[in-house]
């Protein structure tokens, strides 16, 4: 039950953090738009780690599960400011 909470809340607020941070920089328009709009994607995304953490099988499959999906969108992130710069 530990590793549940652990992965729901903890790891859950980080994989939104990283996919708001990778939708913001994918989106087009404005950047403060697109912060706006993945700031709010963002509070589902959380809400739904959450929900997988307490639904999946086991807690080390949700775990896993929720840091890839983490570095998923790190990777996206990165490759994204490696390739056009911060701004």
Known sequence: ???RVVSAIP???AVASLWAMAIARLLPGARS???IVASLIAFVICAVAAMW???ARSGWRAFWTLALAG?????????????SGRP
């Open 1 to 3: 039950m530990a590793l």
């Open 11 to 13: 790891l859950g607020y």
């Open 33 to 35: 738009e697109a912060t």
């Open 53 to 55: 953490a307490f639904a």
């Open 71 to 83: 570095g998923a969108a790190g990777t996206i992130a990165w490759t994204s400011i490696a390739m």
